[in-house]
């Protein structure tokens, strides 16, 4: 669709009209079907050493969208033919926008705060270029303002930070006035503008969440980030009323949002929802298990003051990944907040373990705390001896 309504549809419609009689053919021949149709298309397709360069731009940018949809197991692939398509044709704003969105989605996957590529840079700022493509914009603006994710201090860093904010906000609003009807780069926007905090932002994050209601009523980033509105106006009431609904639609982020404002307004007790959030969210990416399991922590040590629970979930999010930025940032939830978990689990947290006569839980901390590199066989290493801990740890409990 997207080359179909801009100049290359008849540079590239012989690449494309190649990969679907080519499928075609295979599910024929897969399933032994209609052998004089399976004839007919087989004479009739092209061979790609005929093909021009934007002819094979096309088709290497066909293979990089067919990999990109097997996620993780495909993004190295979806990425190399996501640069041979480029190679083969530089002036095609959807094959650099392809790339950039496949190192950006490889980059989070890693670390959600892993730092912006030049590449990935590169190539969202030139297929908006190119294009002025709403979508494309969208990703432009997130990854600029992604690249000032990490804290630097320095007046420098700060005064470029903010530059860069107004100017993504002006592009924001740029768009905005062009009417999109895409629900997905409406409720980017609407994010965008909450996340100014300024009063003026706000009323177009309305706007555009207003737009989004006529769409998609039932969407959980919709009923989400209407929470997030109403939490900044004040009304806390509709606020978690958004974010009761945007849970019950397995929004993780919502979800933990909507514990913090039940808490706060004694509607629920954090812990039992959060234990069945752990089922609930079994299979989520690294990141959530992580955040999921300190949240549980800090619980157990916050609220209850069970220092036996609270060393259970902490070395279980630890075993995840000890390098993880998330036990490196300041952190709060519920009546929690410290400057980092690594410096509260260090200076504050292990000592109040051995103190406990639980030497053993402490040391395990320790030297998760400070893994440099870890190996899938270290974790199940660590992971078996931590089962063994766990129950020494509660045989002398009682003590």
């Given at each position: 669709?997207?080359?179909?309504?801009?100049?290359?549809?008849?540079r590239?419609?012989?690449?494309?009209?190649?990969?679907?009689?080519?499928?075609?053919?295979?599910?024929?021949?897969?399933?032994?079907?209609d052998?004089?149709?399976?004839?007919?298309?087989?004479?009739?397709?092209?061979?790609?050493?005929?093909?021009?360069?934007?002819?094979?731009?096309?088709?290497?940018?066909?293979?990089?969208?067919?990999?990109?949809?097997?996620?993780?197991?495909?993004?190295?692939?979806?990425?190399?033919?996501?640069?041979?398509?480029?190679?083969?044709?530089?002036?095609?704003?959807?094959?650099?926008?392809i790339?950039?969105?496949?190192?950006?989605r490889?980059?989070?996957?890693?670390?959600?705060?892993?730092?912006?590529?030049?590449?990935?840079?590169?190539?969202?700022?030139?297929?908006?270029?190119?294009?002025?493509?709403?979508?494309?914009?969208?990703?432009?603006?997130?990854?600029?303002?992604?690249?000032?994710?990490?804290?630097?201090?320095?007046?420098?860093?700060?005064?470029?930070?903010?530059?860069?904010?107004?100017?993504?906000?002006?592009?924001?609003?740029?768009?905005?006035?062009?009417?999109?009807?895409?629900?997905?780069?409406l409720?980017?926007?609407?994010?965008?503008?909450?996340?100014?905090?300024?009063?003026?932002?706000?009323?177009?994050?309305?706007?555009?969440?207003?737009?989004?209601?006529?769409?998609?009523?039932?969407?959980?980033?919709?009923?989400?980030?209407?929470?997030?509105?109403?939490?900044?106006?004040?009304?806390?009431?509709?606020?978690?009323?958004?974010f009761?609904?945007a849970?019950?639609?397995?929004?993780?982020?919502?979800?933990?949002?909507?514990?913090?404002?039940?808490?706060?307004?004694?509607?629920?007790?954090?812990?039992?929802?959060?234990?069945?959030?752990?089922?609930?969210?079994?299979?989520?990416?690294?990141?959530?298990?992580?955040?999921?399991?300190?949240?549980?922590?800090?619980?157990?040590?916050?609220?209850?003051?069970?220092?036996?629970?609270?060393?259970?979930?902490?070395?279980?999010?630890?075993?995840?990944?000890?390098?993880?930025?998330?036990?490196?940032?300041?952190?709060?939830?519920?009546?929690?907040?410290?400057?980092?978990?690594?410096?509260?689990?260090?200076?504050?947290?292990?000592?109040?373990?051995?103190?406990?006569?639980?030497?053993e839980?402490?040391?395990?901390?320790?030297?998760?705390?400070?893994?440099?590199?870890?190996?899938?066989?270290?974790?199940?290493?660590?992971?078996?001896?931590?089962?063994?801990?766990?129950?020494?740890?509660?045989?002398?409990?009682?003590?």
């Open positions: 669709m997207e080359i179909q309504q801009g100049q290359e549809l008849c590239t419609s012989r690449a494309i009209e190649h990969v679907f009689y080519s499928t075609k053919c295979f599910f024929l021949y897969e399933f032994e079907e052998s004089i149709l399976l004839k007919e298309i087989l004479e009739n397709i092209d061979d790609t050493e005929k093909f021009n360069n934007e002819e094979l731009g096309a088709l290497y940018g066909c293979e990089s969208v067919t990999w990109s949809c097997l996620n993780d197991y495909g993004i190295k692939n979806a990425i190399n033919m996501a640069k041979k398509a480029i190679e083969k044709n530089q002036d095609c704003a959807l094959w650099h926008f790339l950039g969105k496949n190192l950006r490889q980059r989070r996957s890693i670390n959600i705060s892993a730092e912006v590529s030049a590449e990935e840079k590169k190539h969202f700022e030139i297929a908006y270029a190119i294009s002025k493509n709403d979508v494309f914009g969208i990703y432009y603006l997130q990854m600029r303002m992604e690249t000032f994710y990490k804290y630097v201090r320095g007046r420098d860093h700060f005064i470029r930070k903010t530059n860069n904010e107004k100017q993504v906000l002006q592009i924001a609003k740029e768009i905005v006035k062009r009417r999109p009807t895409n629900y997905r780069v409720l980017k926007l609407a994010l965008m503008f909450l996340r100014a905090n300024v009063s003026d932002e706000t009323l177009l994050a309305k706007e555009c969440l207003d737009a989004v209601k006529e769409i998609a009523p039932n969407n959980t980033t919709y009923l989400h980030y209407t929470a997030m509105l109403y939490e900044q106006c004040g009304d806390y009431k509709e606020a978690i009323k958004y009761k609904k849970a019950e639609g397995y929004n993780f982020v919502a979800e933990l949002a909507y514990i913090q404002f039940g808490w706060e307004t004694a509607e629920l007790e954090p812990l039992p929802h959060l234990l069945r959030m752990l089922k609930k969210y079994e299979h989520v990416i690294k990141e959530r298990q992580i955040a999921l399991l300190l949240a549980v922590a800090v619980t157990y040590y916050s609220l209850h003051k069970d220092i036996t629970n609270a060393a259970e979930y902490f070395l279980k999010a630890l075993i995840i990944d000890p390098r993880n930025n998330k036990f490196k940032t300041y952190y709060k939830y519920l009546d929690f907040n410290t400057p980092s978990i690594s410096s509260f689990l260090n200076d504050q947290f292990c000592p109040l373990l051995e103190r406990k006569n639980s030497r839980t402490s040391q395990k901390i320790k030297n998760l705390l400070n893994v440099r590199d870890v190996t899938t066989d270290d974790v199940t290493n660590l992971s078996e001896e931590f089962g063994n801990l766990c129950a020494n740890d509660k045989t002398g409990q009682s003590e």
